[in-house]
């Protein structure tokens, strides 16, 4: 890596740039959260019948094991059935009823409101997510042990980045023992770093009502947090294949009463964990988020809830993981349509890299399955951006030249306008009768410039000589400035003063803020 300098060119140009270059209000800017896709549709219609029929066939016949007693008993008042073998099996119009009673679109509060998702249809936003384990150091072309510090500067850095929407923890806080510590640490750092929307996930069921008293100081209030929640719980409720996650059940059961909203995690990998063949994979994890949505409905009808189909594949020559696949950018893409299907508002993940480093195979792994996901409208794309080694490592280089590369996968899910008042040859008239022969300063150009166009902010589309003139800066390079340019302004933590007193009156809390 090379250091930058000023380039020396400078004046006329680079004003007019300057000025054409302010930000824009969001209504009207190129690409923004929320933008609908659907365009992409690996699976026909009859796909899509085929795959819900064999879904109702599996929660009918072969339904789930290793519920907990209180979920047993919930799903059994609801009109599922237990069999002698324990497993817990669903009837066709149990399955039906609770996707009626299942809310089309959720509201995905922010504390601050600028950032509130509304998620349904075929809205399309993109976060974090992951539970990597190592940082990646980028200059020393290494990993680490990610800790609480590295977790806190995350969300900071994905505060400050436009085109990430939400903030799910990214890394485990290695540096923390105790499961109840890391827990509380994890939302605090999450919650001091951001205001975004934030995704957790809960040890055990006993830690809940921790959890659920810390949020309550950041909101102000049980009150408060109940009408407005900011934070969502990640939950792996089932073990693929077709097997529920004990403990997990029960802290999703307490959360749901403590009214935090839900992401139904179906975590199967293909080849392993769950079918290779990608179809039957989606009907899997599509039976087993069935499953979750009758729990949820049947603990609190309505509850908000995240169909969370995550299917995962295998590289089958080595039983490893494989995100950065074009396989698991289908398998996003057709989960996208089942949740649609359903009319649920649902989520998977998409931007995982396989490469250690942020480099060409990263951009590529990154770039298809983003762009595949955003075009399908899947709702929540999660670890989207930053996740490296099949998600063993995480890199806050890699987030800030991910915010460029979903920049891009946007404006793709925004498409082509070929609206009247933009299909129109009176550019072309006036440019060739009238004018230079050329668009360069045309009025229709300047007006479209930041309102249809999308600039990186990293990426760098300078001219050989123009980045000679700079001493040859490369994107690591210009992405670690950037990382250290948000730190440097970001104001710690976002919490009053107030209430960081409180929360470490009552709480053990590691992060250094």
């Known amino acids: 890596m090379t250091e930058a300098k ?5 004046g006329g140009r680079a004003a007019r740039i300057k000025v054409r ?21 690996p699976l026909s219609k009859s796909d ?14 072969i339904g789930l094991s290793n519920a907990p007693e209180s979920g047993t008993e919930i799903l059994k008042n609801s009109g599922a059935i237990q069999g002698d073998d324990g497993r817990i099996r669903f009837p066709r119009s149990l399955v039906e009823d609770k996707i009626d009673v ?21 809205r399309v936003y993109y976060g974090t997510a992951g539970a990597a384990v190592h940082v990646v150091d980028v200059e020393n072309r290494d990993y680490r042990a990610s800790t609480s510090a590295d977790l806190y500067r995350a969300a900071q850095i994905a505060h400050a980045l436009d085109n990430i929407h939400f903030f799910q923890r990214t890394m485990v806080c290695c540096d923390i023992v105790d499961n109840f510590d890391l827990d509380i640490n994890t939302v605090y750092a999450c919650c001091a770093g951001t205001s975004k929307h934030v995704g957790t996930s809960i040890s055990e069921p006993e830690f809940a009502d921790g959890v659920l008293r810390l949020l309550h100081i950041i909101a102000g209030g049980e ?135 942020p480099d060409m195979q990263a951009g590529w792994e990154q770039a298809i399955s983003n762009v595949l996901a955003g075009l399908s409208g899947l709702n929540m794309i999660y670890e989207s951006a930053g996740m490296h080694a099949s998600l063993l490592g995480f890199s806050p280089e890699s987030l800030i030249l991910g915010n460029d590369l979903i920049g891009q996968a946007l404006r793709c899910v ?12 009176e550019a072309i008239r ?23 166009y999308v600039y990186p902010a990293v990426a760098d589309r300078s ?51």
């Open 414 to 425: 925004r498409g082509i306008d070929i609206s009247d008042d933009k299909i129109s040859i």
């Open 21 to 41: 270059s302010k930000p824009l209000e969001d209504s009207v800017r190129p690409v923004r959260g929320g933008m609908e896709g659907g365009t992409f549709r």
């Open 48 to 61: 899509i019948q085929k795959v819900h029929s064999a879904a109702l066939d599996a929660l009918e016949i």
């Open 463 to 513: 001219s050989p000589k123009e980045w000679i003139e700079r001493r040859k800066p490369d994107l690591i390079f210009s992405a670690t400035s950037r990382k250290n340019q948000i730190l440097a302004d970001s104001r710690s933590p976002l919490l009053t003063p107030d209430t960081d007193e409180k929360i470490k009156s009552e709480f053990n809390i590691v992060v250094q803020t």
């Open 6 to 10: 000023p380039a020396r060119r400078s």
């Open 223 to 357: 009150k408060e947090w109940r009408d407005r929640p900011f934070v969502s719980l990640s939950d792996c409720f089932v073990v693929p294949p077709m097997n529920f996650a004990e403990e997990s059940c029960r802290t999703m059961e307490r959360c749901i009463q403590g009214g935090m909203p839900i992401l139904l995690l179906s975590a199967g990998q293909a080849g392993a964990t769950a079918p290779a063949d990608l179809a039957t994979a989606i009907v899997q994890t599509v039976a087993e988020c069935l499953a979750g949505v009758v729990y949820v409905n049947s603990v609190r009808p309505g509850h908000p809830a995240i169909f969370g189909t995550w299917p995962f594949v295998s590289d089958l020559r080595t039983g490893a993981m494989s995100g950065g696949s074009g396989e698991q950018a289908l398998l996003a893409a057709g989960c996208a349509q089942m949740h649609h299907f359903y009319g649920l508002p649902g989520g998977a993940a998409a931007g995982i890299a396989d490469s250690k480093l």
């Open 102 to 122: 299942a809310p089309s679109e959720i509201d995905l509060c922010a504390r601050d409101s600028r950032f509130d998702l509304r998620v349904g249809g075929k």
């Open 430 to 452: 006036s440019v060739c009768l009238e004018g230079p022969g050329h668009y360069l300063g045309h009025p229709q150009t300047l007006g479209l410039m930041q309102r249809d």
